[in-house]
């Protein structure tokens, strides 16, 4: 079982990014999904999540209204876009699949992926 995240790069301030995490090995249509991100220097901290069918997404502050969480499940894929993007959203990004059918920062999250590096400048 593996989650792979992939969409990272360089981007300058105000720019945008897409984000995708795809699972091999089983499915997690069943599962809520969540992105994750990790700054130099920080500890791990949540970003966004979303619910097996999409209908319900959770966001933190430092990501509500610029950056947008969905899934399509008939690819096993969730997705992070990010507009707007900040130097302080510079960070390594992780997708995780919860337990559970839903999912939020106090979720048990039993599959991690390997993380995308996002870097923005100035």
């Known amino acids: 079982v593996q989650l792979q995240a992939s969409g990272g790069g360089l981007v300058q301030a105000g720019g945008s990014l897409r984000l995708s995490c795809t699972a091999s090995?089983?499915?997690?249509?069943?599962?809520?999904m969540a992105w994750f991100r990790q700054a130099p220097g920080k500890e791990r901290e949540f970003g966004a999540a979303?619910?097996?069918?999409?209908?319900?997404?959770y966001y933190a502050d430092s990501m509500k209204g610029r950056f947008t969480i969905s899934r399509d499940n008939a690819k096993n894929t969730v997705y992070l876009q990010m507009n707007c993007l900040k130097l302080e959203d510079t960070a390594v990004y992780y997708c995780?699949?919860?337990?559970?059918?839903?999912?939020?920062?106090?979720?048990?999250?039993?599959?991690w992926g390997q993380g995308t590096l996002v870097t923005v400048s100035s």
């Open positions: 995780a699949a919860s337990i559970k059918a839903v999912a939020g920062p106090g979720s048990v999250y039993a599959y």
């Open positions: 090995g089983r499915t997690f249509s069943n599962n809520g």
């Open positions: 979303i619910s097996w069918s999409g209908a319900n997404t």
